[in-house]
């Protein structure tokens, strides 16, 4: 049995209501699920379901109402430097350069800088970013800064990945480009990783496994495993002709069909 990495046992989040006299929202309801080591798992559901939340909560940025997140078997009360972050925004900071975005989370944990250097150059190196490191984001083409975030959100090493809808804003293709590039990195460092999409075959080509969510109060109604062969390479998996079924069962879990008359 391989290590339990994160963990979400029974939880539940509840936002007081927004007026006075208003209804509380509860986003999600009695979440239960686990994610082993180097395990890579997509969340698929409806807008509004209660994902980013979920993420949220993993993160340590919000707390759970009710029930526990554990990472590595520790409750996660507060954001800590084992888990990482990354969001449709690249939120790179305009005034340093790539080089110095990827170096910040090191800088902020007293890296020397030699050896921030050498972290930094190996992982722009390989997000094919290296004549790039001096120049500052607003020169940078979309998918090129959603790939220095992704090296900065690898710099710190972290132990479990959350992303939420991260490549959302790209274009079909450059989005294709960044799946290979995050399947592969995924593949190659072991790292554990849970993804918030709303692109079905993004989720299959990258996952392990695949978590539906039911509408708001969001909860899990299916894990698909997905069988396919080399997971860190999802251009190939694209290519499968076991996805289309698996699309299928998706879309017909969301009720997608359903909303065409
Ligand atoms: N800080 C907040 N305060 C009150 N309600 C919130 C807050 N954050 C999210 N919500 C509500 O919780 C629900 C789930 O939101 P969210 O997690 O962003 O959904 P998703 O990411 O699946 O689209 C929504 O109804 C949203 O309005
Ligand atoms: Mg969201």
């Known amino acids: 049995m391989k290590k339990i990495r994160l963990e979400f046992r029974n939880v539940t989040k509840r936002f007081p209501a927004q007026r006075k ?6 986003a999600v309801e009695r979440l239960n699920f686990a994610l082993a080591d180097g395990e890579v798992v997509s969340i698929i ?12 909560m993993g993160s340590g940025l919000d707390p759970a109402s009710l029930g526990e997140v554990f990472v590595d078997g520790e409750k996660v009360v507060k954001p800590n430097e084992h888990v990482a972050f990354m969001l449709q925004k690249d939120l790179l900071l305009p005034w340093r350069s790539i080089r110095e975005n990827v170096e910040f989370g090191l800088e902020i944990r007293g890296v020397p800088s030699r050896e921030r250097e050498a972290i930094s150059l190996r992982l722009l190196k390989r997000c094919r970013l290296v004549d790039f ?10 998918g090129m800064r959603q790939r220095a975030a992704l ?9 479990v990945l959350l992303l939420d809808e991260p490549f959302s804003a790209l274009d079909a293709q450059t989005k294709m480009i960044l799946q290979q590039d995050l399947g592969q990195m995924l593949g190659e460092t072991g790292k554990t990783a849970l993804f918030v999409t709303h692109d079905l075959v993004e989720a299959i080509a990258l996952s392990d496994r695949v978590l539906v969510m039911s509408q708001r109060p969001g909860r899990i109604v299916k894990e698909l495993i997905i069988d396919i062969p080399d997971r860190p390479n999802p251009m190939e998996r694209r290519k499968s002709e076991k996805i289309g079924p698996y699309v299928a069962e998706l879309m017909s879990l969301l009720h997608i069909d359903e909303a065409i008359v």
């Open 45 to 56: 559901g409806p807008s509004g379901c209660g994902k980013s939340t979920l993420l949220n």
């Open 151 to 159: 090296a900065r959100t690898l710099a710190v090493d972290p132990a």
């Open 133 to 142: 490191v001096d120049h500052y984001p607003h020169q940078l083409s979309g």
């Open 21 to 26: 006299g208003g209804e509380p929202t509860i």
